[in-house]
């Protein structure tokens, strides 16, 4: 296994007397990929805040290797709609090398949108924008809070094909929140499942066994949630065109 | 009234409009609106407190100013932009209540209306030189900050993790407006500052599509509303403060026909 980057060790918060975490000890190694799922509330953002050092932790230690630098996607950008900004100028925001922009945009297929005022993108555009800006700053660690909120199902698996696809790139270990387990599991090599304190932890295909994750999620659709099958016969490109041909790996309906 | 009498109070206005555009649009995209409008209120107090205290009215107003801007800054809890707009009210009508009950007290014959208003006679060449150097110093501190500046009030989050001291640029920001009320409150007084903050600014919004455009668009909108506005103070016989704010108003009605992208 590759050196480990990052080492927290009994991070415990609490904020106006409400403990949000408690005794929380986990390590990121080089090039891992690491998810984080947990019910609202769990302390999952929070915890995030810590390690990235937005946050400080009422106890307990984060040590790190050496001085990392993290490409952060926050679970929402509050723009605000008196700044014009299209994504060209949000991308260029300290980054001095523009090939490097150009070089990202392409990669993560966003070209087109250059001067596309940031207020007017749509959910999966706008989290494809906000990796390219966390992939600009040639991050050790990618941190993630739920990058696939506000994206539609199939949007979703190419996002994540696409944040695994960075990190063979860029070759950066992926920290990421999420409360969407399946997912999310394709492309991890290791899971938290958090509510205040540490549930489990392990590979996905331990976790979704484990006694403590079924007590939370429930086994496979709650009673209240139902599978919708999908009967395409086609499928979505990037930009939300209908494109012929065959399904995408993230597609695991019938037909 | 003589135009030569008019020339130091047209060349001050200039620089106000040349500092308080380009500020203003950092207030806008921070929504710091109502912390800009309390620290003017204060300067009632602040110049109180300086003719009370015997010193350069300027100093009261740059030396209370701070210390709003430092209690404001402690209270700003980060995650949201805004302070508590009930703990800035309090702040700026009960100081401007101190004020007015202070004034009295000083034994100097203060004119209140030019206190709120502005009073663009009382502008002197020394005057005109302390305006044009303190703009030249919030110019060129928003240029040096210019881009972690611009991180800041996109995403606070991400400027902090992309490693940009996001306390010390909030600070450097309400210290910049401080300086700006300290040089506009001779101009616009008290009640009017806010408007030439606000009005150019938000009228650039409509007609630019970056950030950049934006920053240098409003203050040639605030600085065509100080000329305009002092043309017809001049010709018509009005008073400057409110004819300024009125033309940046019309400018902004104007600029609300183009279509926002």
Redesign the interface.
Known sequence: MSSVLIQADNISFSANGRQILSNVSMSLSEKEVLTIIGPNGAGKTTLL?IL???QKPTSGKINNSKKLS?G?M?QK????P?????VS??LK??TKNTRDTDAIMQELNIQHLSRT?MHKLSGGERQRVLLA?ALL?KPDVL?LDEPAQGVDISGQSRLYELINQARNIHHCAVLMVSHDLHIVMANTDRVICLNQHICCMGHPDTVSTDAAYLSLFGDTPSPALAHYTHHHDHHHDLHGKVVDGKHNEGCNHDF | MIFELMLPSLIAGLFIALSSGSLGCFVIWRRMAFFSDTLAHSAILGTALALIAEIQVIYGLIGFGILVALTMAKFDNGRRHVSSDTLLAIIAQSSLALGMLLLPLTGTQVNIEALLFGDILAISWQDVFITAAITTVIVILLAFNWSDLLALCIDEDLAATEGIATKRLKLLLFLLLVALVAIAVQMLGVLLISSLLLIPAAAARRLSHTPTQMLCIAPVLGMIAVICGLALAYFLNLAAGPAVVVTSTMIWLLCLIKKSD
């Open positions: 805040r990235v050092g937005l993290f952060y926050p950008l509050h723009l605000n008196n700044m014009p900004i299209p100028s949000f925001i300290n005022s800006r700053r941190i």
